[in-house]
């Protein structure tokens, strides 16, 4: 071969190498970020109780992953505990990369005692506050910490630039072991234990007992633009959040940017996530204030009826200021009633997408798929010669379409990439209920429910259209569903039962909200819909945690496209194995 031939060919491998280069997504141009989270026992003590409990890296909350839109991330995440555990990166997209996706037995099996796995995701077209828990059981009261996604280098946010920006995490501190307690509860059919206190980044704060010096406190400056992070990672409950004597200005939702308004109160579920600005007075204000939390509650059953608090405190205007804190006044915030419903309408109903040239909200147009799923409560039979405390000697459960899942020991996406999915879940997840009943009017007189393991299977592309509706079996109740690979948009939503004639014509097709978790209102219906664009098996289920644990969820098996960039990527190999 020639000099002229080798030139030419050299030419070719240079030319080639900048077409592929091109054609990869924008994303591989990020930075690659590089995480150890060992999975430890870490003595902890709150409300003047000392226990040991499950911790990334002895800390609680866990420590924050911070990363840039388009970055990717190398996460090892070993385990010495004797619990099995798996992490889930909470609304990350996961093209193609279901298999760091972390819910176990869906994604993955467990990480087992002494093993690790690294979680290895690039972060595509997301920035905001997401975050990260444990995935198995209840072991994310303690597992969990926040992810905060920058946008690209260069790039700015779309309102005013924070003088600084601080996460939030509202949690639950239980004095008991959470695991003894939902599995307790599942033993003997009943409801679980509620939580003893809820907590702002770890602290229950100083209204509960034996917990003043365990408050968080939050430092400003006047006159000064504070981005607060917002994450609900409680297991069980709603919040309602204010800050006594200011206004919030909510501007993200989901790590989706939202048309920026203004309220006194926020209200987030389990599960979702909210960037919202805090402006300070513009004066030292002579005072300090409280920041507080309290559930939204629209069940029946038990829940922790309590506040949790941190305190706003203002830098006092000069370096060696004699201004004591303890003597200024201290002003508290007035939270919605617990059941405060038309609060939680109106608040949903003024967030909406940007819907701008460059944030559009691509919303499915057309709809190739229609389905309608109840979302609820019922129960299940007791075992023989055995007292259950669920309702009428029955056991609680719940249900997606009257189908409680029934956890595999093999996981789903593993079992359908080797084709060896026959006994471990069936294909025929039902497209409406089996039954019509007046969902939102009185119940059935069987509440029964039935049990499987059954995933809806879609055609990579295909965009769907899903009604999910409350339903009143044992009460009706709000459901924060949350759906994994995917975001979707909120299209619609409404009280009692959904009519397919009427509601679709004030469905917003202009500039829904777009989220990963959406509260299901209670004793009604919202509709959503996505674009089936992310191959692999996508859990969905309630983000309450009790509800999860009886059964109040399913999945979505998105079947491989033609391309090759439409194909799910082969599993890692330290996955690891059942």
Known sequence: MGPQALSSLASMEILLSLITLCLLPQAAFGKTRHYEFNIKLQNVSRLCH???????????????????????????????????????????????????????????????????????????????????????????????????????????????????????????????????????????????????????????????????????KLKVK????????????????????????HTLTVVDVDAIYVKPFETDTILIAPGQTSNVLLKTKPHFPSATFLMEARPYATGLGTFDNSTVAGILEYEPPFLHSTVSMKKLPLFKPTLPPLNDTSFATNFTNRLHSLASAQFPANVPRKVDKHFFFTVGLGTNPC?????????????????????????????????????????????YFPINPTHWFNYTGNPPNNTMVGNGTKVMVLKFNTSVELILQDTSILGAESHPLHLHGFNFFVVGQGFGNYDPNKDPKNFNLVDPVERNTVGVPSGGWVAIRFLADNPGVWFMHCHLEVHTSWGLKMAWLVLDGKLPNQKLLPPPADLPKC
């Not at 981005?227 to 069980?236: E, P, Q, T, V």
């Open 50 to 216: 000392t226990k040991s409990m499950v911790t990334v890296n002895g800390l609680f909350p866990g420590p924050r992953i911070v990363a840039r839109e388009g970055d990717r991330l190398l996460i090892n995440v070993t385990n010495h505990v004797s619990n099995n555990i798996s992490i889930h990166w909470h609304g990350i997209r996961q093209l193609r990369s279901g298999w760091a996706d972390g819910p176990a037995y869906i994604t993955q099996c467990p990480i087992q005692t002494g093993q690790s796995y690294v979680y290895n995701y690039t972060i595509v077209g997301q920035r905001g506050t997401l975050f990260w828990h444990a995935h198995i059981s209840w072991l994310r009261s303690t597992v969990y910490g926040p992810i905060i996604i920058l946008p690209k280098r260069n790039a700015s946010y779309p309102f005013a630039k924070p003088y600084k920006e601080v996460p939030i995490i509202f949690g639950e501190w239980f004095n008991a072991d959470p695991e003894a307690i939902i599995s307790q509860a599942l033993q003997t059919g009943g409801g679980p234990n509620v939580s003893d206190a809820y907590t702002i980044n770890g602290f229950p704060g100083p209204l509960y007992n034996c917990s003043a010096n365990d408050t968080f």
């Open 222 to 245: 006047p006159g000064k633009i504070y981005l607060l992070r917002f994450i609900n990672a409680a297991l069980n409950d709603e919040l309602f959040f204010s800050i006594a004597n």
């Open 383 to 427: 075992q023989q010669n055995q007292t259950c405390q669920g309702p009428n000697g029955t056991k609680f459960a719940a249900s997606i379409n009257n189908i409680s899942f029934i956890q595999p020991t093999t996981a789903l996406l593993q079992s359908h990439f080797s084709g060896q999915s026959t006994g471990v879940y069936s294909p």
